[in-house]
């Protein structure tokens, strides 16, 4: 089932939060897109050049920040072994000295620091004791697998966790100084709400090694969507020769496959299921199934589907952030149309937005406070987020109370390239096991 061009009840919830938490190596936020760029600072400045809202700061003369700094830390892993997010740093580099261009954060210049935590739980906790001796304001758009461990240092230090894709740490999900802007794990939803919505008949999973917490996820949205998912293959997670996994997966009949698989796996995959001769459509995660992870198979995937939390970097809310890349030469190799690249510029820009409808001292407390009632409204990269209405408070399922944004977005391959497939967020609240919609604001596309 391809296009013209070839070829979910919310059972029992519990066991959502008890097998998430046990994705520390697995896929998830290999979605951040560390390396291997799909979109390289030149193809992503090359896009449509369309004005910004102004929350994104696209535009607009150059103004010098001065007076005393705000002082910020981003933290992510990048010098380890295993899963790399060169891009968060990056992105966190070239925001500082975008916005201290243009005009600062109330007037003031961003004193954004990084601070890499080397994928270990003694890495990021050093790094929390860092940004609370520093006087960090808050951490901002940050990544890690090992959350649990900076969470009651910050907790002690009275400072906020604030805008981060993708919290994955119960901690993360739970913990009173955590504010995640992303609405991680739920683009599985969306995955399956997507191929149901396509016409999908016959679905099967393909899920890596590691992440199979997506599976209730993924069970629930389709048995809510009145249909169910045929079989879960599992992937190994060391790339290698699929084709007994392909075989299996495109049994039956499948005539979809919804599939939560990171970057390296789906290169591996591809020879394999170009081989098989499937019609089957593929359903993947944001900055995991993209254009690098399809190269020379771009007829294969024609027509195949992207969900993720943030629109296309080629879209107009930002034009800042594509601006900044070019100007401030950002690393061309690292994939800024990702979770961890637009995530953080879009933590940067809620933190500005926090800051600015403060009165009075900004630090750690005072920051930790407003954050608790803050309203972020950056039409185009995320939907109106009111993070006094937590999912915790409007009907969501234990362990996931932090949440705030439950709501989805689409791209789609076309010619080889992802194009944007969604003209508005989607809700994903109900199927995923929550009691009650949220508003996802108008359209943006």
Known sequence: MKST????????????LVVFALLACALVLAACGGGGSSSSTEETTTSEEAPANESSGGGGAEETAEGEPIVTMTYTDVNTEGPQYKNIEETERVYQEWINTHGGIAGRPLDAHFCDAHGTPTGVAACGREAVAGGAVAVVGNFTFTGDAIIPILEKGKTAQWGNCCAIAPTELTSKISFPMGNQPLYSVGLVKKAVEDGCKHINGVIIEGAEAFEPLMENAAKAEGTKIEKFVNLPGTAQDYSAQVAEATSGGADCLVMI??????????????????????YGPQGNFNENAVKGFEEVVEGDIDAGMYPDISTPAWAGYREALEKYEAQPDQDYNSLGGMGTWAAYEGFKQVVESMSGKVDNKTFLKAAETAKIDLPGML???????????????????????????????????????????????????????MDCGPPFG
């Open 383 to 437: 939907p109106p987020l009111n993070m006094a209405e937590n999912w915790g408070k409007t009907g969501g399922p234990e362990g996931f109370e932090r949440l705030v944004n439950r709501c989805v977005v689409f791209s789609e391959f076309k010619e080889g390239k992802l194009v944007p497939a969604s003209t508005e967020f989607e809700d994903v609240s109900e199927i995923a096991g929550g009691t009650k919609p």
């Open 5 to 16: 061009t070839r070829r979910l009840t919310r059972g029992s919830r519990l066991p959502l």
């Open 261 to 282: 698989v990171s970057e390296t796996p789906y290169i591996a995959w591809m020879p394999a299921f170009a081989q098989s001769g499937s019609e089957a459509k593929m």
